[in-house]
């Protein structure tokens, strides 16, 4: 399942490596409302670069703000020394754009389409060439339109690449996409890095995150609430395992929490998640807590704590509910 | 940069020529208009304008001028008293009538005659061609008499060479038309773009959207300029219309036309969001325009509470420029003021755009 090559401790960018984006204060409102309030971080070369988050929680507008698509209503972005809001055109020939849901020109060709974009930049990829590293080239004389998903976010992919950016940004790379095209994806993400590229995505994909990532900055309501690798982060957690199951009437969380080797139990409805430090000990007690209480034990699962976790932890709520 | 601009130019040409719905409705529309009238009507050359002519002034130049007309051989006169004519005009055998009124003679040697004239209103299409005939007789007594005060003979080749026939009053009614469907639909495109994402993508690059959009408008025009051509040509090979002023002076009306509508089209875009409303309000200006505007027929003779609409209508102003290049022959002064509200409009629209457009 997740390979411990690809755990986030082997960040090929050390802490001397050099910030290629520096993000200070950002701040967004849209009708009275904040939706991105006072964010700041900053990546380095060559990192990849996850922010998580669920839907809502200001991913896009920041990233849309670092990309020059939107302006900040305060703050300031500086891509590789170049400030976007003074900058924006000098910034945007290094980078290269993902955006969520790419439509395009529904009467070019995908070949078209890329040579158009290639004639936006003073230096540009050769575009038969990208079509056939997405694995699109026999659709070069297609129409987006035409496209299934995943072929769709492949063509968007090359699209980013046509002025071989430094920096890369994908807004919900692999949102709508079957596993395998995720995989091809992700080879893809590091092929790139591999390449000596910076890879910043936002995702709600925690798998996505803890394999692909170096560092993750979790995202919620418009604020950072935590950035580190995934690993520091669900370590901080303080469990080895995370049981998750359904207890019926007369289970109480004080009594859960007094099981062997328990650290922390969230319970919402008949919904318990139980944190634990030893994993048997507390497995072999739930289960004969069950049965000596008449309590219906139903939906058992045991995993590993994950970012998910993580993030029930952080905010109460969970990722995947939205 | 010049080069930058002219692929900008060439790709937007490449999107417009590909989109089939929007050439269907304007050079579609404008074609099967003009055939379905064409022949409905009659490109049939023969028909002559039945005019009846009231003396009333019984004067040797007025006798001279009922006697010129009825030299004309595309014209034929019938002479009576004013409610006989009338009379004739109502019962539908008139198609108009003039009236030179006692005492016409010594004004028109002052200057500041006034000629009496009646159309037939509930036959817009041969009322058109009778109003058009009387002004071109109204013309050459005007022309004659600048240049000798002596007796008023009529430009005989001015009014037999015209033929008067609905498919010319028409045609450059269909120009306009065409004209206005084709480029207000430039607010529809920058709508959609909007509405896909398009311009959200290209905002991530260093396309500036000035520069998109001026590639927009020039392939626009270049695309209007283009229809014109293939309209004018099915009308001249189809019914032998003629273009009688200079084709110089034709482009600049088309592409100052053009740039009008577009102009409108871009304010259309400020204002709207989505795509379903701006085809609503597309068709909400487009419909009453291509009526009020005179495409289809004369409207000088609308309804007064009709009158302030029609007269603010930049379609109303394009449509008679060509009327007056097409097929009078006028020259620069005369489209004067058409010219001058159609560029008005331009500024006006250009200053809103300037202050309420959004690329994003």
Same mark, same amino acid.
């Given at each position: 399942?997740?390979?411990?090559?690809?755990?986030?401790?082997?960040?090929?960018?050390?802490?001397?490596?050099?910030?290629?984006?520096?993000?200070?204060?950002?701040?967004?409102?849209?009708?009275?409302? &904040?939706?991105?309030?006072?964010?700041? /971080?900053?990546?380095?070369?060559?990192?990849? /670069?996850? $922010?998580?988050?669920?839907?809502?929680?200001?991913?896009?507008?920041?990233?849309?703000?670092?990309?020059?698509?939107?302006?900040?209503?305060?703050?300031?972005?500086?891509?590789?020394?170049?400030?976007?809001?003074?900058?924006?055109? !000098?910034?945007?020939?290094?980078?290269?754009?993902?955006?969520?849901?790419?439509?395009? /020109?529904?009467?070019? !060709?995908?070949?078209?389409?890329?040579?158009?974009?290639?004639?936006?930049?003073?230096?540009?990829?050769?575009?038969?060439?990208?079509?056939?590293?997405?694995?699109?080239?026999?659709?070069?004389?297609?129409?987006?339109?035409?496209?299934?998903?995943?072929?769709?976010?492949?063509?968007?992919?090359?699209?980013?690449?046509?002025?071989?950016?430094?920096?890369? /940004?994908?807004?919900?790379?692999?949102?709508?996409?079957?596993?395998?095209?995720?995989? &091809?994806?992700?080879?893809?993400?590091?092929?790139?890095?591999?390449?000596?590229?910076?890879?910043?995505?936002?995702?709600?994909?925690?798998?996505?995150?803890?394999?692909?990532?170096?560092?993750?900055? $979790?995202?919620?309501?418009?604020?950072?609430?935590?950035?580190?690798?995934?690993?520091?982060?669900?370590?901080?957690?303080?469990?080895?395992?995370?049981?998750?199951?359904?207890?019926?009437?007369?289970?109480?969380?004080?009594?859960?929490?007094?099981?062997?080797?328990? !650290?922390?139990?969230?319970?919402?409805?008949?919904?318990?998640?139980?944190?634990?430090?030893?994993?048997?000990?507390?497995?072999?007690?739930?289960?004969?807590?069950?049965?000596?209480?008449?309590?219906?034990?139903?939906?058992?699962?045991?995993?590993?704590?994950?970012?998910?976790?993580?993030?029930?932890?952080?905010?109460?709520?969970?990722?995947?509910?939205? | 940069?010049?080069?930058?601009?002219?692929?900008?130019?060439?790709?937007?040409?490449?999107?417009?020529?590909?989109?089939?719905?929007?050439?269907?409705?304007?050079?579609?529309?404008?074609?099967?208009?003009?055939?379905?009238?064409?022949?409905?009507?009659?490109? @049939?050359?023969?028909?002559?304008?039945?005019?009846?002519?009231?003396?009333?002034?019984?004067?040797?130049?007025?006798?001279?001028?009922?006697?010129?007309?009825?030299?004309?051989?595309?014209?034929?006169?019938?002479?009576?008293?004013?409610?006989?004519?009338?009379?004739?005009?109502? @019962?539908?055998?008139?198609?108009?009538?003039?009236?030179?009124?006692?005492?016409?003679?010594?004004?028109?040697?002052?200057?500041?005659?006034?000629?009496?004239?009646?159309?037939?209103?509930?036959?817009?299409?041969?009322?058109?061609?009778?109003?058009?005939?009387?002004?071109?007789?109204?013309?050459?007594? @005007?022309?004659?008499?600048?240049?000798?005060?002596?007796?008023?003979?009529?430009?005989?080749?001015?009014?037999?060479?015209?033929?008067?026939?609905?498919?010319?009053?028409?045609?450059?009614?269909?120009?306009?038309?065409?004209?206005?469907?084709?480029?207000?639909?430039?607010?529809?495109?920058?709508?959609?773009?909007?509405?896909?994402?398009?311009?959200?993508?290209?905002?991530?690059?260093?396309?500036?959207?000035?520069?998109?959009?001026?590639?927009?408008?020039?392939?626009?025009?270049?695309?209007?300029?283009?229809?014109?051509?293939?309209?004018?040509?099915?009308?001249?090979?189809?019914?032998?219309?003629?273009?009688?002023?200079?084709?110089?002076?034709?482009?600049?009306?088309?592409?100052?036309?053009?740039?009008?509508?577009?102009?409108?089209?871009?304010?259309?875009?400020?204002?709207?969001?989505?795509?379903?409303?701006?085809?609503?309000?597309?068709?909400?200006?487009?419909?009453?325009?291509?009526?009020?505007?005179?495409?289809?027929?004369?409207?000088?003779?609308?309804?007064?509470?009709?009158?302030?609409?029609?007269?603010?209508?930049?379609?109303?102003?394009? @449509?008679?420029?060509?009327?007056?290049?097409?097929?009078?022959?006028?020259?620069?002064?005369?489209?004067?003021?058409?010219?001058?509200?159609?560029?008005?409009?331009?500024?006006?629209?250009?200053?809103?755009?300037?202050?309420?457009?959004?690329?994003?």
């Amino acid at each position: 399942m997740i390979s411990p090559k690809h755990l986030a401790g082997t960040t090929t960018a050390g802490p001397a490596a050099e910030v290629i984006v520096d993000v200070r204060g950002l701040v967004k409102n849209y009708s009275h409302k &904040m939706v991105v309030k006072n964010v700041s /971080f900053s990546i380095r070369r060559a990192e990849i /670069f996850g $922010v998580l988050g669920p839907n809502g929680a200001g991913k896009t507008t920041t990233l849309e703000m670092i990309e020059g698509i939107r302006k900040p209503d305060s703050g300031t972005v500086l891509v590789a020394g170049l400030d976007v809001c003074r900058q924006k055109s !000098t910034v945007q020939r290094i980078i290269g754009v993902q955006l969520q849901a790419t439509t395009l /020109f529904p009467e070019l !060709t995908l070949l078209e389409t890329l040579q158009f974009f290639a004639s936006l930049y003073p230096r540009s990829l050769d575009p038969r060439k990208l079509l056939s590293d997405v694995a699109l080239e026999e659709k070069a004389r297609s129409h987006p339109q035409d496209l299934s998903g995943g072929q769709r976010q492949r063509l968007a992919l090359a699209l980013a690449l046509i002025n071989d950016p430094s920096v890369l /940004f994908l807004d919900e790379p692999t949102a709508a996409l079957d596993p395998q095209s995720r995989r &091809m994806l992700w080879d893809i993400v590091l092929r790139l890095r591999e390449q000596g590229k910076t890879i910043i995505l936002t995702t709600h994909n925690m798998d996505e995150a803890q394999i692909l990532c170096d560092r993750v900055a $979790v995202m919620d309501d418009g604020q950072i609430i935590a950035l580190d690798t995934s690993a520091s982060l669900i370590s901080q957690l303080g469990a080895q395992a995370t049981i998750d199951c359904r207890l019926s009437g007369q289970a109480t969380k004080s009594d859960v929490l007094e099981l062997p080797g328990v !650290t922390s139990v969230r319970h919402a409805n008949e919904r318990y998640i139980i944190y634990t430090g030893s994993m048997q000990p507390t497995l072999v007690a739930l289960l004969s807590y069950a049965s000596s209480k008449g309590v219906t034990l139903t939906d058992l699962q045991v995993r590993t704590p994950s970012l998910e976790d993580v993030f029930l932890e952080l905010t109460g709520r969970e990722l995947r509910a939205e | 940069m010049m080069s930058k601009m002219i692929v900008l130019v060439r790709t937007n040409f490449s999107i417009l020529r590909r989109q089939r719905g929007l050439l269907i409705a304007s050079l579609g529309l404008a074609i099967v208009s003009m055939l379905v009238f064409g022949f409905l009507f009659g490109g @049939n050359t023969t028909n002559k304008t039945r005019l009846g002519v009231v003396d009333q002034d019984a004067t040797t130049v007025s006798t001279q001028i009922v006697h010129q007309l009825q030299q004309a051989s595309s014209l034929q006169i019938f002479t009576g008293r004013s409610d006989e004519e009338q009379q004739a005009l109502k @019962n539908g055998q008139r198609d108009a009538v003039i009236i030179m009124p006692a005492g016409f003679s010594q004004q028109l040697v002052k200057g500041g005659a006034h000629l009496h004239v009646y159309y037939d209103q509930n036959n817009p299409l041969t009322g058109a061609s009778a109003q058009l005939t009387v002004k071109t007789i109204v013309e050459s007594i @005007n022309s004659k008499l600048a240049h000798q005060p002596g007796p008023v003979a009529l430009e005989q080749q001015a009014v037999a060479a015209k033929d008067l026939r609905p498919i010319d009053f028409i045609t450059p009614g269909m120009l306009g038309m065409l004209l206005m469907w084709a480029n207000l639909a430039i607010g529809i495109q920058l709508i959609t773009w909007r509405e896909m994402g398009i311009t959200k993508r290209l905002a991530a690059t260093p396309l500036k959207p000035i520069s998109m959009m001026s590639a927009q408008v020039v392939a626009r025009l270049a695309l209007s300029l283009l229809q014109c051509a293939l309209l004018l040509g099915l009308a001249i090979w189809m019914f032998h219309v003629q273009i009688y002023g200079n084709l110089g002076l034709l482009t600049l009306v088309v592409s100052i036309g053009s740039l009008t509508m577009l102009a409108i089209g871009l304010v259309i875009a400020s204002f709207v969001k989505k795509s379903a409303a701006a085809d609503s309000i597309r068709l909400l200006v487009n419909l009453p325009m291509m009526f009020l505007g005179g495409s289809y027929f004369d409207v000088s003779n609308a309804p007064s509470f009709l009158q302030p609409i029609i007269h603010v209508m930049p379609l109303y102003y394009l @449509n008679d420029a060509l009327r007056q290049v097409i097929y009078y022959g006028s020259g620069w002064s005369t489209i004067q003021t058409d010219l001058l509200v159609m560029l008005a409009w331009i500024v006006a629209s250009m200053l809103v755009v300037w202050r309420t457009f959004r690329w994003l």
